[in-house]
């Protein structure tokens, strides 16, 4: 009986780590600290997680790309209109990244950054209301593209009853995986503008 008694121990054991290993070293996880992060005003575990330049310089080529695919057509005049706001955005681009970095960052110094329009300075604390639209969530799943890189599929519910699926690319570093990328933000930001 003693000997069932530490089989049943083992097993026991062995369900549970295999269940923590899962959970603590899995996107999951990462997510789940972001969200504290964020919850905590905690920058340092903020950044740990998530590689604001990557996740911005996506973010920025995503308007680009969406701004000028919008503009599409055999017009000449809506072509060079399109090739203008391209040629706009790229030149911008480094300035509009410092801005949003600054901008995303600033939430966590509890300060309004200085560059921003005053016409935005009362809405400018998104995060909290990302936050309060995320309260209901769902991880769809979980694909790994390779060992080190994996797409998690989001799912939010927003207060109006509609849903939206986001994407999150994670890259792992060492024993942990960092958000570089959310592929489908422009998009999710403007379905929520409509």
């Known amino acids: 009986m003693n000997h069932y008694k530490k089989l049943a121990f083992i097993v026991i054991f062995l369900l549970i780590a295999s269940f923590s290993f899962y959970f603590f070293y899995s996107p999951r996880f990462s997510i789940y600290l972001i969200q504290e992060s964020i919850t905590k005003k905690d920058k340092e575990a903020f950044l740990k997680y998530v590689d604001v330049d990557l996740l911005l310089e996506n973010f920025v080529q995503q308007i680009i790309l969406k701004e000028v695919e919008l503009k599409k057509s055999e017009n000449p005049i809506q072509k060079f209109k399109s090739y203008i706001k391209k040629e706009i955005l790229e030149n911008i681009q480094p300035t509009l990244k410092n801005f949003l970095k600054e901008s995303l960052l600033a ?88």
């Open 107 to 194: 939430y966590f110094d509890h300060s309004i950054p200085e560059k921003l329009p005053s016409f935005y300075r009362k809405e400018w604390d998104v995060i909290p209301t990302l936050i309060y639209i995320n309260t209901q969530y769902k991880i769809k799943k979980i694909e790994y593209e390779n060992p080190h890189t994996a797409i998690v599929e989001y799912k939010i519910f927003l207060k109006d009853q509609t849903t939206y699926n986001l994407k999150l690319k994670f890259e792992r570093k060492n024993f942990y995986w960092k958000l570089i990328a959310i592929p489908n933000l422009y998009d999710f930001i403007l379905k929520l503008n409509e």
